[in-house]
């Protein structure tokens, strides 16, 4: 049976793209396109893992990451255009399991889920 990932990101086309990639790899992928919702579906139990911009229209990715936290230990892996230091290591201590800046490799996207999911 596939691992379900939640991709949450207001990019429409990145999240076509991440669904298509992603499904040839195996994985089954549902994409939600703001952050109203995101951390209830994210904890739901469906998913294996969530993949979480920091820059949504109607929240910010951290906050959602928080709230996931407060009720999970789902493994998220950060996905954002705000890629400096900072914003990397904010990330990391509030609980994401990995940060990948954007532009990203797809090949290394798929190599990071799969460590993360070990």
């Keep these: 049976m596939a691992q379900r990932l939640l991709i949450v990101d207001d990019d429409t086309e990145l999240t076509r793209l991440l669904t298509e990639l992603l499904g040839h790899e195996g994985f089954e992928v549902e994409a939600l396109g703001a952050g109203s919702g995101a951390a209830e579906r994210a904890t739901s139990g469906a ?53 990948v800046p954007k532009p990203f490799n797809p090949r290394e996207l798929t190599a990071r889920i799969r460590a993360v999911l070990r």
Excluded: Q
Excluded at 60 to 76: H, Y
Excluded at 81 to 99: M, N, P, S, T
């Design 47 to 99: 998913y294996a893992l969530a993949i979480l911009d920091v820059m949504l229209p109607d929240t910010n990715g951290f906050e959602i990451l928080k709230d996931i936290r407060s009720r999970s230990s789902l493994p998220v892996i950060l996905l954002t255009a705000r890629g400096d230091d900072v914003d990397r290591i904010v990330g990391l201590e509030i609980g994401a399991d990995d940060y």
